[in-house]
């Protein structure tokens, strides 16, 4: 009977002895205790006790303890890791390099141990091979640090590489279980898909619960360092979720009752899951690929290629649709069984395009990381696909094996990602300037009169082997080569960038080399200066900005202006305390000056290019520019923006 009914059976027997006057109290406190009892713990048919909660505590604290006991070289390395990021929070500061090299090792080896344990648990007797698997991981992790010791930064690449290297040991740790088919593929990715969906949504939960916590401590107790957030957000997702997840996971080779017991409850489909992945998922990726068949077909007609959205877009739709694949090789109704009928076989022919379109972009522009996986995915989804039309879904663990070896294939050179993609952009540099006359025969020679579409990719490639540290490969540039600075003199023209797509508008910057002095003297005053394009059409400027200031120069007040006129031009002015204009001058007509050269954008140029003199009455205006951004054409973001140290001097007495 419900708590409801029941507290209703109350309320009416107190209504009963007030209306008799017999106020048995005896019985009504017995009946009232029985039933606020029941409050306190709960319905036993609808709700959780007290006894049950704290059974649910002592499980998961029992359970995160197996799993550090489990994978102790695991533990260890999140526990490194966060103790690093902790270091770092509290730095307030970019680290120290080995910190940095130091808190990548510790993630790695992390994965690697979770991957050791599940091949030590592959043998018979796992407790004596355990040792050796683990020696050989933490040599691994060893030789993982050492690659990265001599590194001079954190870069790009590194960051690339190591992830990519996860990658590969996450699809070992779900392929080992199931080697020689001793544990089902499938059922494998099924508890760590629900083991990892699990621990996100505890450690979400604890986290906001724990953040509101210390921010209500914060407000109605005492001040709390704000670092309190970081450090409790490292604990939570770096140590409880992750050793979280992993106490979710069963032996997955075991022989053992219990172990397959516990091997059995993991592996059972919930049923909100199967509800997402058949009514929501599966229908999803189907309407997904009709819209993109219908963009192939518009494709052949128009026989219009894309500009390269195609490709993530394509790498996205197979990535999600081969994970629905596998989550739904374990059911039996309609939808899955025709979606791992159909989804193979059309997998094929969708990425047969998407890679004649990376194609057509690595012939035009060459090969650059991203382009370089897209087409390895793409041609990783289509050995899939065909292994799929043909092979039972017992077999599903090829796409894991699979994945692992492109994965590693990617990072191995000379065929990884940035070794051919450095050649690959060299070598278009190289065909460039030789087309020019500016390079033969591995020797430069400057040249002015080259054509802006060269400019603009030279500067772009030049731009990109540059950000990722490769300008030192080439062999023919000068080793201390600056693109913002020795362009013109090494190649003899300077940085030119393109239009933003879809624009009518060029642009142009140039900005002060701050590492440069500026002469001062003779001037007794200086003002920094801001005049924005918008501020003539909306109204002055916000206060932090003023467009006058007032000053005093030997017991004379002066003001200087700054009077915007147009959305290009400004006005720079000095005043008498009667408002006359002492001395000034209009910018615009200097900018052009700068811009001589063409649509440029020109960084760190010396202070003689970006200064303005005036004089008039004996009184002097020095305007250094510091940035100048100039929209050119029609629209209604053409104009100037100008930043300037203006000087003033006043005649001598």
């Known amino acids: 009977m419900c708590l409801w009914k029941q507290w209703k059976r109350v309320r009416t027997r107190i209504r009963e002895l007030r209306a008799l006057g017999l106020p048995d109290w005896a019985a009504f406190m017995k009946k009232t205790n029985e039933v606020f009892k029941k409050m306190v713990y709960l319905d036993t048919q609808g709700g959780i006790t007290m006894k049950r909660l704290k059974e649910i505590i002592q499980h998961l604290i029992k359970g995160m303890s197996r799993a550090v006991f489990r994978f102790p070289l695991t533990v260890v390395c999140l526990i490194c890791a966060a103790i690093l990021i902790c270091y770092m929070i509290s730095l307030h500061k970019t680290p120290a390099l080995v910190i940095e090299k130091l808190m990548f090792t510790c993630l790695v080896g992390a994965i690697l141990g979770m991957t050791a344990q599940f091949a030590a648990e592959r043998f018979k007797k796992p407790a004596k091979v355990r040792l050796t698997v683990y020696e050989v991981s933490a040599l691994l992790t060893a030789g993982y640090f050492l690659i990265l010791w001599p590194a001079p930064e954190i870069s790009q690449e590194i960051g690339v590489r190591t992830f990519v290297a996860v990658f590969a040991l996450t699809c070992a740790a779900l392929w080992i279980p199931c080697y020689k088919q001793k544990a089902d593929f499938n059922k494998v990715c099924l508890i760590h898909f629900k083991s990892l969906f699990t621990s996100v949504l505890y450690s979400g939960v604890l986290s906001g619960g724990l953040a509101a916590i210390i921010t209500a401590v914060d407000i109605l107790l005492f001040h709390v360092n704000n670092d309190t957030y970081s450090y409790m957000m490292t604990i939570v997702w770096v140590l409880f979720a992750t050793i979280y997840y992993l106490s979710l996971l069963p032996k997955f080779n075991s022989a053992d009752k219990p172990d397959l017991q516990v091997l059995h409850t993991a592996g059972n489909y919930p049923k909100f899951l199967e509800i997402l992945i058949s009514y929501i998922a599966i229908p999803l990726v189907a309407a997904y690929t009709l819209v993109l068949l219908a963009y192939f077909i518009k494709i052949l007609v128009t026989l219009h290629w894309p500009s390269g959205q195609l490709g993530p877009m ?33 997998l094929i022919p969708v990425v047969i395009l998407q890679l004649v379109s990376v194609t057509i972009r690595l012939n035009a522009y060459g090969v650059t990381e991203s382009r370089y996986y897209v087409a ?114 090494t190649l003899g023209f300077e940085p030119v960038y393109a239009n933003y ?97 063409g649509y440029n954008q020109k960084e760190a140029l010396p202070p003689d290019k970006m200064m303005l003199d005036v004089s008039q009455n004996d009184y002097k205006l020095k305007i250094v520019f510091q940035n100048i951004n100039i929209t050119f054409g029609t629209g209604s973001d053409a104009g100037v923006d100008y930043s300037a140290l203006v000087l003033f001097g006043v005649p001598n007495s």
């Open 376 to 489: 390895l995915f793409g041609f990783f989804s289509i050995a899939i696909g065909v292994l799929l039309s043909f092979k039972p879904i017992a077999k599903n663990s090829y796409i894991a094996l699979l994945a692992a070896g492109f994965a590693i294939f990617s990072i191995i050179p000379p065929v990884d990602a940035f070794t051919v993609s450095r050649s690959s952009q060299i070598n278009r540099v190289e065909k460039i300037l030789q087309s020019e006359g500016i390079l033969s025969g591995g020797k430069l020679t400057p040249k002015t009169d080259v054509s802006e579409k060269s400019r603009i990719e030279a500067t772009s490639i030049l731009n990109y082997l540059d950000m990722h540290s490769s300008l030192k490969y080439i062999k023919w540039l000068p080793e201390d080569f600056n693109i913002y600075q020795d362009m013109k003199n």
């Open 314 to 346: 394509v790498l996205g739709y197979s990535a999600a649709g081969l994970l629905i694949f596998v989550l739904s090789s374990l059911l039996t109704n309609r939808f899955a069984v025709l979606y791992r009928m159909i989804f193979p076989k059309v």
């Open 501 to 597: 797509a879809g624009s009518e508008s060029k642009y142009f910057l140039a900005s002060l080399d701050t590492q440069k002095p500026v002469i001062i003297s003779g001037y007794d005053i200086s003002v920094n200066i801001y005049s924005n394009r918008l501020s003539n059409e909306k109204g002055p400027l916000p206060k932090e900005n003023p467009v006058s200031y007032k000053f005093t120069l030997k017991g004379v007040d002066y003001v200087l202006s700054v009077d915007r006129l147009s959305n290009q031009e400004a006005r720079v002015s000095v005043k008498n305390s009667a408002g006359a204009e002492l001395i000034g001058t209009n910018l615009y007509e200097f900018t052009k000056g700068i811009t001589d050269t």
